[in-house]
């Protein structure tokens, strides 16, 4: 029996979620869901290019509507206004388990309104923040995992609003804690627009406490892009992670050395998050509560800030993907 795969929303990521199904051995039939014939035509481009689907066939539709049958698992990698919608379609229908992208909602109401859906329904639902299961995430944990740490992150026009979530959710497995106490003292007043249409982005500061007393910080300067740069340190040692060059420098009483920290691309490891689900295994990925735990007081700190930037108190939404 072929597993039934839906990537619904097929934009630049959707699209790398799409690529990576072609490293699967088993028979697939993946259902590309969006409503631009354009992003369609592109997902399924881009699976062609490397070979397409070692067995199995590819369907792309406009709609959930169209899909001839109920998907196993759904990759839900829609705008994050959409996602709710989506969410509960893909459950009525009776999808059993999925993958979400991040930012996972704009509004705070919807994240409790999920975990209701999900529990009615006893739909598995993982988030695709990845960073704490990098392929050498246990190096650090056994570094620097068992004292107060301070994690900063920083570089300009690298999305402060739609990637911050990724470093929360980092810092929160190397401080064993998952309640941040955050604030947005630090953002720049106003918005600047984002990549996408429709949605905003901040800069400046966003910072953060365990009650252990670990400390995060993520800054984001406006301006071209020029990659994230990630400093953690404790007590006696400092380790410093390149992203573009995949690299991790460690300063430490034996002094200084430069190592490879791989962090594999999107369509590198989409494959294995399907492959382990389907074969019923946990995929390295947290769960919606965990995900949800660290989503909420970040987006309740960017509404908040919102609502001082506009004058509007009664600002529910806030429109970051």
């Known amino acids: 029996m072929r597993a039934r795969i839906a990537v ?6 959707g699209a ?4 990576s199904l072609a490293r699967l051995q088993g028979g697939l039939i993946v259902d590309v869901v969006d409503p631009s014939q354009a992003a369609r035509d592109r997902g399924v481009d881009l699976l062609a290019e490397i070979g397409g689907l070692k067995r199995g066939h590819v369907n792309a539709v406009a709609s959930l509507e169209r899909l001839s049958g109920t998907p196993d698992l759904a990759i839900v ?9 989506v969410i ?11 993958i979400l992208e991040k930012v996972l909602f ?9 975990a209701s859906l999900f529990a009615k329904f006893g739909t598995q639902v993982w988030v695709n923040c990845g960073r704490r299961f990098a392929p050498r995430m246990n190096d650090l944990l056994a570094m620097a995992g068992s004292k ?3 994690y900063r992150v920083d570089g300009a026009g690298w999305g402060l609003a739609c990637n911050v979530i990724h470093h929360l959710d980092e810092f929160a497995f190397l401080a064993g804690c998952d309640e941040i106490a955050l604030s947005g003292d630090k953002l720049d007043s106003g918005t600047i627009p984002s990549k996408r249409p429709g949605y905003i982005e901040f ?3 966003l910072s953060g406490r365990t009650a252990s007393g670990s400390n995060f910080s993520a800054s984001c300067v406006a301006g071209d892009f020029t990659g994230r740069r990630v400093t953690i340190e404790a007590e006696d040692l400092e380790l410093k992670i390149s992203q573009s060059d995949q690299t991790l420098t460690v300063s430490d009483a034996q002094g200084v050395r430069t190592v490879p920290f791989p962090m594999p691309l999107q369509s590198e490891i989409t494959a294995q998050h399907v492959a382990d689900i389907l ?8 769960d919606y509560s965990t995900a949800a735990r660290l989503h909420r007081p970040m987006l309740n700190v960017f509404l908040s800030h919102l609502r001082r930037c506009t004058g509007n108190s009664a600002l529910d939404e806030c429109p970051i993907t």
């Open 8 to 13: 619904v929303g097929v934009g630049n990521l």
């Open 16 to 19: 790398r979620h799409l690529q």
């Open 77 to 85: 990698a829609t705008n994050s206004v959409e996602r709710s919608r």
């Open 88 to 98: 509960g379609a893909l459950v009525e229908a009776g999808t059993p388990k999925m």
């Open 106 to 114: 704009t509004r705070l109401q919807e994240y409790d309104a999920a």
């Open 148 to 150: 107060p740490l301070n």
């Open 203 to 205: 800069t400046g500061t």
């Open 279 to 286: 074969d019923g295994r946990q995929p390295a990925l947290p």
